[in-house]
């Protein structure tokens, strides 16, 4: 089992998990940390290029399609994967970020705006920490959605060191 530290950020549609996290990576990445981030789509999603040689070959019937070069790879499984048997395979990294897997067994910090008008994304207790633009009585310690600094140095004091 790897020890990579894995932290859930949690929130429903249109919170500001993306925007938050595009944030967060480069003030993770300027204290030297490197990073997995996946992301859960409740969507169907189509990664690959139709027409592209490894979209004919998954097409095909490939069951992994593998593409790669000196620069970049990417592994498509073509079949369902557990998000815990993904991150089994990651390597080299000091920190896996997930965005959603509101359920999932990792840490959260859940994002929680009033107006987007849903009920706390997880359990209070769940919690990490929490990113919101309301007062909220919780133990878990609370952020501005301007405070990406701050739950950096939450993250790296708390989760990764």
């Not at 949690?10 to 003030?27: D, M, N, Q, R, Y």
């Not at 997995?36 to 979209?55: I, L, P, T, Y």
């Not at 919101?132 to 609370?142: F, G, H, I």
Request: proline share 6%; aromatic share 8%.
């Amino acid at each position: 089992m790897q020890d990579i530290p894995i932290v859930s950020f949690v929130a429903w549609s249109g919170t500001g998990k993306t925007t938050f996290l595009e944030k967060l990576i480069p003030a993770l990445k300027a204290r030297g940390l490197r990073l997995c981030v996946m992301k859960h789509d409740a969507h169907e999603f189509q990664a690959d290029r139709e027409g592209k040689d490894s979209w004919r070959m998954t097409r095909a019937g490939a069951d992994v399609t593998i593409v790669t070069n000196g620069k970049h790879a990417a592994v498509f499984e073509n079949r369902p994967v557990s998000a815990e048997a993904l991150l089994a395979r990651v390597e080299g990294v000091d920190l896996i970020l997930t965005e959603g897997y509101k359920h999932g067994p990792w840490k959260k910090i859940a994002l929680y705006r009033a107006a987007v008008g849903k009920p706390f994304p997880c359990p209070m207790e769940e919690c990490a920490a929490i990113v919101t633009d309301t007062p909220l009585e919780t133990a878990a310690p609370c952020f501005g959605f301007s405070e990406v600094e701050a739950v950096a140095d939450l993250i790296e004091r708390e989760i990764v060191r």
